[in-house]
């Protein structure tokens, strides 16, 4: 675009203005000022580069200025005007575009996520944004410590990050309900690792949940959908980590997909614990960190801060209430399902 000759169209006037404020020393009018606004914004329009405009202006002055009689002061007072009216005017026309653009991105992205349109349409309006939903995609989710928008510094400092990293992929770097969102190609295995540790940079230690590649017009949703799962489930269950990939979690999903019977598990193989002293949770936080640390006792010791005689009487205590032996293997799985379910399902607080 900067190098296309500019038409005169975006000069008019110019040189008659400049020869007038030489000849009379007098400042723009109003008018005129208002004019060059006006040039200014249809030059963005067409999209001119503002560099080739004002050299335009320049040579245009330069070409004129033998035949401009008067004062040098006042020619380069009425430039100094007439080209700071016009980079104004260019100015509030790309900011107009910028606003334009960022609305119909997150137009775009609220009816790609919540199926608002018709899917051919929505897969034109998806080749002006990179995406192609016929093909796999897949998404990351970024949660920070704060709530990110389009305008935000943080998603300009990532998706500049990606595209000096990998160029031109097809990548959409956007926001939804105060998350970073990044939308690939399938196929691309090594942009969303890298989007993961540049949010998790750009947001002071946030986290980051990738869901897996999915197939068709639905697939950023059902990816999208997966790496929210990801993000609840590691708040519940306390996992470690920044980075959560879905395709790692999914026993998870299998056992909620009954509530009830979850539920059941629960309070038949935990609801002794409640009669405790001091309640179940001191003892749910006993078999997860037993769990947790390979049935080390020792290790869960250490983690929870206990003497390892505290450990051990905690445990041959679950043993007596719920008949279930932790250390026993035929018991293990059935606790340990039920602990995750536990904490899926917040019992106790919550109830069921």
């Known amino acids: ?54 050299g335009a202006h320049l040579a245009a002055a330069r070409s004129a200025w033998p035949g401009t009689a008067g004062s040098a002061d006042s020619t380069l007072a009425a430039m100094h005007q007439a080209i700071d009216a016009f980079a104004e005017g260019y100015e509030r026309a790309q900011r107009l575009a910028v606003r334009q653009e960022e609305a119909a991105r997150r137009e775009f992205i609220d009816d790609l996520l919540y199926g608002r349109s018709d899917l051919g349409r929505l897969a034109e309006r998806a080749e002006r944004f990179g995406l192609r939903l016929s093909h796999a995609h897949a998404v990351a989710v970024a949660q920070g410590p704060n709530a990110y928008h389009e305008s935000d510094a943080v998603p300009r400092q990532v998706e500049r990050a990606l595209i000096a990293r990998f160029g031109d992929r097809s990548v959409l770097v956007t926001t939804k309900d105060g998350r970073l969102l990044c939308i690939v190609p399938g196929h691309e295995d090594e942009i969303l690792p890298y989007f993961a540790k540049q949010a998790y940079a750009a947001t002071d230690g946030g986290r980051v949940a990738i869901g897996r590649a999915q197939p068709g017009p639905g697939g950023v949703v059902q990816s999208y959908e997966e790496a929210l799962n990801a993000l609840e489930l590691a708040e519940r269950l306390g996992l470690d980590g920044p980075v959560l990939h879905a395709a790692d979690l999914l026993v998870y999903p299998v056992l909620t997909r009954d509530r009830q019977a979850m539920a059941d598990l629960v309070v038949n193989t935990l609801g002794p614990l409640t009669s405790a002293r001091g309640g179940a949770p001191p003892l749910l936080d006993t078999l997860t960190a037993y769990f947790d640390s390979g049935c080390v006792a020792a290790e869960a010791a250490r983690r929870l801060s206990l003497s390892v005689r505290a450990m051990t009487y905690r445990l041959e205590r679950i043993h007596q209430l719920t008949g279930a032996d932790p250390s026993d293997p035929a018991h293990r799985y059935m606790l340990q399902t039920a602990v995750i379910g536990a904490r899926l399902l917040d019992w106790p607080a919550r109830g069921i």
Do not use: C, F, K, N
């Open 1 to 54: 675009m900067t190098d296309r000759e500019i038409p005169e169209q975006y000069l008019d006037g110019y040189t008659r203005i400049l020869g007038e404020a030489s000849a009379t020393g007098r400042r723009l009018t109003r008018q005129e000022i208002e004019s060059r606004r006006t040039l200014g914004e249809q030059a963005a329009d067409a999209g001119h580069g503002l560099r080739a405009l004002v």
